[in-house]
Every structure is written in C-alpha cells, then in structure tokens.
C-alpha cells in the first residue's frame, strides 16, 4: 500500500531542497542585521563610506536573496505536493504558524527589500535607515515562525487527536507558540545565520585587502562583522539548542543517538571523542571517552542520568504495545461513534498511537502484530547513529573553531592591527564555507535525527507521504536538480563577479587584474 | 477554551471561504500586473532600454506582491488542511510546473541585467516570458479543473488522499480555456499597469496588447460561462448540512446536475454583480486603452475585472471548495474540509490584526515609488535591475 521508493525519494527531495534553501537563508539573517548597522553608523555619523558599504554589501545581499526567494516558494507547497498525509494529519497545527509567517514577516521583508534597493533617492537619510531595519526585522521573524513550525514536529504541545476528523488539532495556542524547542532553536539558528553573515563579510574584506583593495570600505567591513561575528559564534553555542534536548523521549533519543551512547550509564555521563557506531549489534566498535563531560553538557547536573538507546528502545516498545490499544480504540471509535467509554478510553491513551502506526509497516492488522514484529517497531525509533554522531562533531568543532577565529580577529581589529597580517586574511577568506558547513550538518542533526517520525512520537515519516508514482518523483527530482545546480552556477557566478568588481568607486586604485580576467564584460551598476 | 470563542464554526467557515477569495484576489490584483509584464516583455518591449523600463516598472515592488500568494498557500494549509493535501498532490506534475516558473521569476529579474551580455540578457527575457505565461496558464488550468471536479477522494479508514487522474488529464478543452483566460487576464493587467506608468513606445504597445488580451478575456469568460451553464455539471450537497460538523467529507451526499453551478446566482442574484465586473471591467479597459485614456481608472478596470472572474468562479462552487469528479460525495465543501474551530478563530484575529498592517505599508510604499518609468529614471538608480 505504502510505496517505500516513492517514500524514500520523497524524503531525498524534501532534504535537497529544504538544504539547498538553507543555503541562502543563514546569510539574509546575518547580511540584513549587519547591513541595518552598517547603515545605522552612516546616519549617526553622516560618513558617505558607510552609506558605500550598505550599498555594496547590499547588493551582494541582494543576489542572495533572489535565491533564497526562489528556493523557498519550493518548500511551503513541498508539504501539500509529497507530504498530503502529513498535511491532513497536522495542517491544523503546522499551517497556522507557516500562514502567520507569511502575514506577518514575509510580507514585511519583501515588501521593505525593493525600497531598500530602489528607495536610496526617494526615501530620507532616516526614512530609508527604517525600511533596512525593517528588512532585518522581517527576516528574523521569519525565522521565529518558521522556527515554531519546526519546533513543534520535534516537540507537538497543545494538541490532541481528534478521532472524528482523523487528525491533530490545536487546543493550546500558547503552548506551540512558546515551546521550548522552538524557542531554542530560534535563538541557536539565527545566531548561526548572523555567523555566517560576518564570516562571509570576513572573508570577502579580508580578499580586498590581500590585493589592496578597496581598503577603506574593507577595514571597517571587518570591524563590524568581527564583533557582531563573535557575540554571533558564542550565542551560537552558549545558546545552543541542547538545552530543548531533554524535553521529550525523542529528543533524548536523539541525543543518546548524537553520542552513540548505548548504553545508560551512572552520571554524570562520559563523553564519546571518537567513536565507531555499530548499529546491527548496538554498541560501539571503537570509543574514545571523556569522563563526565557529557552528563554535564547535556543535563547541566551532576546527578541526572543521561539515558542510553537500548533503554529507550524498551520504554518505545512498551509504547508501541499501548498504541495497538490506541490504534484498536480508534477503529472502534470510527465504527461505533457514539461509544462515549471508547472515546473516554481514547482520550487517555491516543499519545501512543503514533508508536502504534509504526507498526503499519510490518502488518496492516495491528491487533495480529507479533513480538518481534513489536521489537522491531521499537528499534525503528533509533535514527541511523553513524552520520548523527559524526554530522554533530563536525557542527561543534566547526563552532568552536568560528568562536577562536572570531575572538583572534576582534581582538586585533581591537587594536587596528587586522589588515597587517596577511597570514590572518588568508585564514579569513579560507574560513568562508565553514560557517555552511556547520549549518548544513546542523540541519542534518536536527531533522535526520528525528527520525522516524515527521511528528515527534505522532506520525511516522513513512506514514506521511502522498501517494504519488515513481514517475512523478523522477520528474520532480530532475527538474530540481537540474535547476538548482544551473541556479547554483549562474548565482555563484554574478555574485563572483560583482565581488570582483568591488564598490566600484573612482576612488580605489583599480584592481590590475580584473582586464586580465577572461571573458570579462563591464558590469551595469 | 472552545466555549471562549464569540463565533460559531459555520459562520468561522464562511469568513475563511472569503478571506481565502481575498487573498487570492489579492495575488490576482497584486502579482498578477507582475505576471503579465513578463509575460507580455517580448511584445511590448523590443530594445534593451524598452525591456528595462518594463522590468522595472514591476522591479521595487514584485518581491512584495510574490508575498500574496505565499499568505494564500499558508491561509490554504492553515485554514483548509484538506484542501491543500489533496489538491497540491493531486497536480503534482502541474504544481511543479508552476514552480519552475516560479522560481525562475526572482533570479530573472534580479540577475537579468547584472551582465551586459545580449545573450544572457535575452535569454533571462525569455525566462521570464515563460514563468510570466505558464505560471498564469498553470493556475487557470487548475481552476478549470475544479469547476470540472477532480479524480480525487479519501480513504475512509485514514482519512488518506487518494488522487485517480494524472498531469495530461488536466489539459482538457474547458480547462485549456480557463487556462488561456487566466494568460489574457493577467496579459490585460501587466499592459494597464505598462500603458499607465510607462512612456512612448512601451505605453504604445502596451495600450495595444492590453485592449487586445481585455477584448480576448472578455470573450473567453463569456464562452466559459455558457459552458459552465449548458455543458457542465454542477455539484449539490443534497443531505442535511450541519455548518458546525466536524470537518469530514465523507458523511454527505452529492447530486450532479448539468449547470449546476449557476444554481446560487438564482438564490442570491446580487452575485450577478461578480461576473458582472469580470465583464464590463475588461470592456471598459479595452475602451479605455484604445482610446487612448490609460491611468489609474483603466488599470483599476482590469482589477476589477480580474476580481469579478474570481469571485464569479467562487460563487458558482459555493459551498465546494474542490469538487470530486471520481467520488462526487468525497468532494470538499465550506462545511467539511476547513481546520478546527480554534485555529480558524486564531488564523482570523492574526489576519484582522496583520492584513490590515500589510495593505497600510504596501499602500505606502507604492506612494514613495509612484510615477513613472523612464529609460532616464533608470539610470541615475543605483541598483535598479
């Protein structure tokens, strides 16, 4: 009935083009805020550079934004196009925050971002310094409510299923609009943004400055995004969103799976350096271990235990035997309707019908459903440990390296010394993919390893999808890869090139080898 | 906290079967001029210089318009879950089309004139002709389709979507024609927008396309109403209707009856006013571009036009929201397919408070951008595309 290759390419594009988009996204949160201070110094100050630097990084701001646009239309019709199950089962929930991010802060950013281009002649000093704040102000909400979407696959609050209409609906407004999870990750993805944002105004500064170039717009460029790049990298992880980790079986889950951590262990918890997952036989090949540092990282306690997978796999199975319950009640609430004893029953034990669901996949009558077949279903809510564990390393080592780089670069600048060392400017724009690195991985970590589930603990992934023909997705996945790898080309390719051409003011010595460039055409201002 | 909530369910369906006509109205009014100037770029505009003036005529402010049919997707998902499962998997193939148009649209206007080459130049034109054209003709196509009733139902144990047709059935004759429709609507409406705000050739031509696409959606939309009336049938709840049910659509029944659809214009004859408007809005703008007398009332002509073929379409399924063809019982109504009544009250007073704030700035910064387009204007702007 369930076509797992049609599930499996659904999951793929869902992936591709949610990272693709993310991509873009980080450096609008990061260039919008640096380019609403670049600009808030040129009104205070009335220095005509920094009212060059906003317009220059503007517009680099601006080629990214097409992109960001373009790709994330793409992702809010994604969920009705491949996931119509999920969009029935929690469209109730999951679209209010997507519809109020459209309401409230697409609107506000798109609607501000032509007259941040096209308003510099028509707008006052002070007139056009408010349309780029509220540029910056609607791309960060955008996040919030994109965020709280999100939050709430990892963390469903304030709903309940409604056996009438076969669905989640919301009965706590509140509670989805300050979940923990949501919270946390809001603050840990916008600081990562805002990273991103000042290693790529770092790294394309820190190239002006190897060649001599533009040297005046480039030093105080660097200044900024250093301090903003620094305060960014260490909310990045003082704030990080361990802290939402332990609100639910899942995400608890998820950590263990993070640290490969097999087993319980008396806290605090040790920390795996290195380590070789094995996950047939479910224990570590190799470990490298760190006493007690992870129970203290992920409970912020001495004496709380951190749970090992295998533990949480047998609390899964004891909830997989009560979601046969629930799913049984269900089918005989949909039958007899007016059994208020069902639907009292119900009520207490429909959280574990999503464990229940998981079983659909080995046997489509539940109540016939076998111990191993049980065991099995309780084992699915492991997520694959090898890439959670090794994706999760990467993202902290690259955070920790970012706040180093960033704290070595305010300190110098500090001291006006950043432009004299070329081996400093060299690590600059060397560093530059880094902060997409980390990213990508921590898109990976959060949303690979919420698997199983497309809801946290209520719908399973698998259950979810629409039910479309290998053909359809073959189509999809064509055009979006062909697409996407020609947009990827001709963006890097026109923002290269107004890098390149730099500010473009009479005033800097020209760059001696951009005639030599081949095919090189002068650009339209 | 549902005993807090000062309006019933049915009465919270209906102001969400409206808002969803506004905002889509709103994508109609507002992105719909942007759709068509790129749509008719290759017609009006034949020099560089002329295509300049033409994009960005639409340049400060399509990125904003864009945002009307995001808020009519988000409205769709959050208001009319069941709607937006089966519908956006059901035209799979179709959506995706018009997403390869849509995401071409962005990088063409931004990227368009970045490089000076005539090839690159030409061929983002031609980019943005076709996302302008197949973008329009998508959405056409689709509302042909549901007028028609689409191979779609649900699994009454899961409540799963179940979509029986695929992508070529769509392209049937009656949809091609609302298809090509929707090509001249918003063709009619980018030239108003041209033949008001531009100068010499562009408003020239324009003025020309512009009367011509309103006489060709004049005609269209009249054929389609004929059709409508004497070749289609229409679908009718024909069991008792409970406004305040839980949202199921699969506890009616459904009668089919050829011109079916105009059944509510005789309940309620003020909804003559609708295609009323789709009609002489498009009469009065081709009078007014071929005469020569193109501003603001022509262009709000084509707008009123535009609304009135909408809300033509929107009256004649009431309650239906996506007829079934395949299950005409399963089909979705006002009354069965909408969201819960706590999320249709929160969505409301979010958009009470937020539409209102969103028409206020767009509204301004239409004000701070107004006047028009020259070849001149363009070049002393420093960033215009």
């Keep these: 009935m369930i076509d797992f290759d049609v599930v499996n390419l659904s999951r793929f594009q869902f992936a591709a083009t949610a990272l693709y988009h993310f991509l873009f996204v980080p450096l609008t949160l990061g260039l919008s805020f640096l380019l609403a201070i670049m600009e808030s110094v040129y009104v205070m100050t009335g220095r005509a550079i920094w009212k060059r630097m906003?317009?220059?990084?503007?517009?680099?701001?601006?080629?990214?934004?097409?992109?960001?646009?373009?790709?994330?239309?793409?992702?809010?019709?994604?969920?009705?196009?491949?996931?119509?199950?999920?969009?029935?089962?929690?469209?109730?929930?999951?679209?209010?925050?997507?519809?109020?991010?459209?309401?409230?802060?697409?609107?506000?950013?798109?609607?501000?971002?032509?007259?941040?281009?096209?308003?510099?002649?028509?707008?006052?000093?002070?007139?056009?310094?408010?349309?780029?704040?509220?540029?910056?102000?609607?791309?960060?909400?955008?996040?919030?409510?994109?965020?709280?979407?999100?939050?709430?696959?990892?963390?469903?609050?304030?709903?309940?299923?409604?056996?009438?209409?076969?669905?989640?609906?919301?009965?706590?407004?509140?509670?989805?609009?300050?979940?923990?999870?949501?919270?946390?990750?809001?603050?840990?993805?916008?600081?990562?943004?805002?990273?991103?944002?000042?290693?790529?105004?770092?790294?394309?500064?820190?190239?002006?400055?190897?060649?001599?170039?533009?040297?005046?717009?480039?030093?105080?460029?660097?200044?900024?995004?250093?301090?903003?790049?620094?305060?960014?990298?260490?909310?990045?992880?003082?704030?990080?969103?361990?802290?939402?980790?332990?609100?639910?079986?899942?995400?608890?889950?998820k950590i263990a799976a993070m640290e490969s951590m097999w087993q319980t262990e008396p806290p605090p918890a040790s920390f795996n350096l290195i380590a070789i997952p094995n996950q047939a036989e479910r224990k570590n090949d190799f470990a490298l271990e760190i006493p007690y540092v992870m129970g203290i990282i992920g409970t912020r306690s001495l004496t709380t235990p951190l749970l090992g997978i295998n533990e949480l796999v047998a609390r899964a199975e004891t909830r997989v035997r009560n979601g046969i319950v629930a799913y049984e009640t269900l089918r005989h609430i949909r039958a007899h309707p007016d059994d208020q004893a069902a639907r009292k029953r119900f009520e207490e034990i429909w959280p574990d019908l999503g464990y229940g669901l998981l079983l659909k996949r080995y046997t489509q009558d539940l109540s016939k459903a076998t111990d191993d077949q049980i065991r099995q279903a309780a084992f699915d809510t492991v997520p694959n440990v090898a890439p959670l564990f090794w994706t999760f390393r990467i993202m902290v080592t690259v955070g920790f390296y970012l706040i180093l780089f960033f704290a070595t670069a305010f300190l110098l600048a500090s001291r006006g010394r950043l432009d004299v060392s070329p081996r400093m400017l060299k690590i600059a724009l060397w560093s530059l993919p880094l902060p997409w690195v980390a990213i990508e991985c921590g898109w990976l970590v959060a949303e690979y390893g919420r698997q199983p589930w497309v809801i946290e603990g209520v719908l399973p992934t698998y259950y979810a999808a629409s039910g479309l023909t290998l053909t359809d997705l073959a189509i999809s996945l064509a055009v979006f890869l062909v697409l996407y790898t020609a947009l990827l080309v001709i963006g890097v390719k026109v923002m290269l090139r107004a890098i390149r051409k730099g500010p473009g003011d009479a005033s800097d010595p020209l760059d001696p080898a951009a005639p030599g460039v081949p095919g090189r055409i002068p650009l339209q201002a | 906290m549902e005993t807090l909530i000062p309006l019933d369910y049915g009465t919270l369906r209906?102001?969400?079967?409206?808002?969803?006509?506004?905002?889509?109205?709103?994508?109609?009014?507002?992105?719909?001029?942007?759709?068509?100037?790129?749509?008719?770029?290759?017609?009006?505009?034949?020099?560089?210089?002329?295509?300049?003036?033409?994009?960005?005529?639409?340049?400060?402010?399509?990125?904003?318009?864009?945002?009307?049919?995001?808020?009519?997707?988000?409205?769709?998902?959050?208001?009319w879950p069941l709607l937006y499962a089966a519908s956006f998997s059901g035209f799979y193939l179709a959506m995706m089309l018009a997403l390869l148009a849509l995401i071409l649209r962005p990088v063409g206007f931004k990227y368009r004139s970045k490089l000076e080459n005539p090839r690159w130049r030409g061929s983002w034109d031609a980019a943005l002709c076709f996302s302008g054209t197949i973008a329009a003709l998508v959405f056409g196509v689709a509302m042909g389709n549901v007028i028609l009733g689409v191979p779609s139902g649900f699994d009454p144990d899961t409540m799963r979507p179940v979509y029986s047709g695929h992508f070529f059935q769509l392209f049937t004759p009656f949809a091609l024609l609302a298809g090509v429709l929707s090509v001249t609507l918003v063709a009619m409406h980018g030239a108003a927008l041209l033949a008001w705000r531009t100068e010499d050739r562009v408003a020239a031509r324009a003025r020309r396309w512009g009367a011509r696409a309103a006489l060709l959606s004049l005609a269209l939309f009249l054929i389609g109403g004929f059709w409508v009336a004497y070749g289609i049938q229409g679908h009718a709840i024909t069991s008792l209707v409970d406004p305040g049910a839980p949202s199921n659509p699969l506890t009616k029944s459904v009668a089919l009856q050829t011109g079916g659809w105009l059944r509510n214009f005789t309940i309620w004859p003020a909804m003559w006013l609708a295609p009323a408007a789709g009609a002489c809005g498009a009469l009065l703008t081709a009078i007014l571009l071929s005469i020569g007398r193109a501003g603001l009332l022509s262009f709000l002509a084509s707008s009123a036009s535009f609304a009135g073929v909408i809300l033509t379409a929107g009256f004649a399924l009431f309650p239906f929201i996506l007829p079934s063809s395949s299950q005409p019982a399963a089909g979705l109504t006002v009354w069965d397919a909408s969201s819960s009544h706590l999320t249709l009250w929160i969505m409301l007073l979010a958009t009470l408070i937020l539409l209102p704030i969103v028409t206020a700035y767009t509204a301004w910064v239409y004000r701070v951008m107004r006047g028009k387009v020259t070849a001149e204007s363009i070049d002393t702007a420093p960033h215009a595309y």
């Design chain 2, 14 to 79: 209906v102001i969400w079967w409206a808002l969803l006509g506004a905002l889509l109205i709103g994508f109609a009014i507002m992105d719909g001029f942007d759709l068509g100037v790129a749509a008719l770029l290759p017609l009006v505009a034949h020099t560089d210089a002329e295509r300049r003036v033409a994009l960005n005529l639409v340049g400060p402010v399509w990125e904003g318009n864009q945002v009307w049919l995001i808020a009519a997707g988000g409205a769709i998902f959050a208001a």
């Design chain 1, 54 to 253: 906003t317009m220059f990084w503007g517009s680099l701001f601006g080629i990214n934004f097409a992109l960001g646009v373009a790709t994330g239309i793409v992702m809010e019709f994604q969920f009705g196009m491949n996931w119509s199950y999920y969009s029935h089962y929690v469209g109730d929930i999951f679209g209010a925050p997507l519809a109020i991010e459209g309401l409230m802060a697409f609107f506000l950013e798109a609607t501000f971002v032509g007259l941040f281009f096209f308003g510099w002649d028509r707008l006052s000093k002070l007139g056009h310094l408010v349309v780029t704040w509220l540029v910056a102000l609607g791309t960060n909400l955008s996040a919030l409510w994109i965020l709280i979407a999100n939050g709430w696959m990892q963390n469903p609050v304030g709903a309940v299923f409604n056996p009438d209409t076969m669905r989640m609906e919301m009965t706590d407004f509140a509670a989805v609009l300050f979940n923990p999870v949501a919270q946390a990750k809001f603050v840990h993805t916008v600081s990562a943004g805002y990273t991103a944002g000042a290693m790529f105004v770092m790294a394309i500064s820190a190239w002006y400055l190897l060649r001599k170039r533009h040297i005046d717009l480039a030093k105080r460029s660097m200044v900024v995004a250093a301090s903003f790049g620094l305060a960014a990298s260490l909310s990045v992880v003082v704030l990080g969103d361990e802290s939402g980790y332990l609100t639910t079986e899942h995400q608890k889950m």
